[in-house]
Antibody, heavy 121, light 108 residues
């Protein structure tokens, strides 16, 4: 069965950095687009970034562009999110999610359980 | 960029029909998708391509589209359907993904 397991969350000071990981199993990781989506405490979902199956196409939400970097290692079935210059407003649960590689369809059929990032002094 | 607008809350009694709307200018050009999120859990896809239901999702969940509004309908609501529901779509080029603000469904 498809499994996505995030790790790397924790408490970090404003201006600091953190790297999230997502370990994928139960499917051919290299065939799928992957994405990071976050949810601030008590708030709604916010798309952060996605990366194509090969890693050649990457997009970011405006709120994180220039500070966050998404990447993947298909040999390790892993997705990453490098977060720099963190701000209090980046505090959220970060979910890794799979996007089916079907043209013109932009949805997420499997989600991990999330990892909490708290940015506070 | 574009926005998707949902009502903050909807309340229904068990066995009734709940309808949750989502409005956005991009919706005639892009499909909409719906997720259910129960307290403390990750979201689950319940509708894709406006009206398709993934395997394992009960038939009481359905979706429809009309112009700039899409609707998630839950027929014969059960207590277990109490959750937050989010619509989602993408801009016309597929570059950006957007979620609606979410609707809290309360089963009275």
């Amino acid at each position: 069965q498809v499994q996505l397991v995030e790790s790397g969350g924790g408490l970090v000071k404003p201006g600091g950095s953190l790297r999230l990981s997502c370990a994928a199993s139960g499917f051919t990781f290299s065939d799928y687009y992957m994405s990071w989506i976050r949810q601030a405490p008590g708030k709604g979902l916010e798309w952060v970034s996605y990366i194509s199956s090969s890693g050649s196409t990457i997009y970011y939400a405006g709120s994180v562009k220039g500070r966050f970097t998404i990447s993947r290692d298909n040999a390790k079935n892993s997705l990453y999110l490098q977060m720099n210059s963190l701000r209090a407003e980046d505090t959220a649960v970060y979910y890794c999610a799979r996007r089916p590689t079907v043209a013109l369809l932009y949805y997420f059929d499997y989600w991990g359980q999330g990892t909490l990032v708290t940015v506070s002094s | 960029s574009f926005e998707l607008t949902q009502p903050p809350s909807v309340s229904v009694s068990p066995g009734q029909t709940a309808r949750i709307t989502c409005s956005g200018d991009a919706l005639p050009k892009q499909y909409a998708y719906w997720y259910q999120q129960k307290s403390g859990q990750a979201p689950v896809l319940v509708i894709y391509k406006d009206s398709e239901r993934p395997s394992g999702i009960p038939e009481r969940f359905s979706g429809s589209s009309s112009g700039t509004t899409v609707t998630l309908t839950i027929s014969g609501v059960q207590a277990e359907d109490e959750a937050d529901y989010y619509c989602q779509s993408a801009d016309s080029s597929g570059t950006y993904v957007v979620f609606g603000g979410g609707t809290n469904l309360t089963v009275l």
